[in-house]
């Protein structure tokens, strides 16, 4: 619940979204009601993480994808999560970072490269940046 708190404080939807579908199944296992399959469906997660490869920089929500791919979105999440070690916010989040590390190396200004490449702005990046790198975002 931290979790989805600090994304919403963040402004960071898709996080958000996702943090929530996870409590949603982490509660229905715990109440017996659905038991998560243990086998991904690694095509499905192949799909998404292309998806969220070409929409990078506008992002997406766990309803367009879900409409997009045919699936629900805790099923989107769960595959995705099995198939790569991470839930899709970490993933599209991290290619934005990897973005705008790029962009620094070029010489852009932290708070332009920030919203290039998806962030709402420089704190946004700056908290992910930290939280992947443990400093803040400058160019090497």
Known sequence: MRRIHAA??????????SELVRVHDLLREHLHRLAPSTAPDVPLARRLR????????????LDEASRVLGAHPSHLVRSFSAAYGLPPHRYLTSRRVDLVRRMLLDGRPAAEAA??????????????FRRSSGRRPAPS
């Open 8 to 17: 919403l404080g963040g402004g960071d939807a898709f996080e958000a979204e």
């Open 50 to 61: 292309e998806l969220l490869d070409e929409a990078v920089v506008a992002g997406l929500t």
């Open 115 to 128: 919203v290039a490449a998806g962030f709402h702005d420089q704190a946004h990046l700056t908290r992910h």
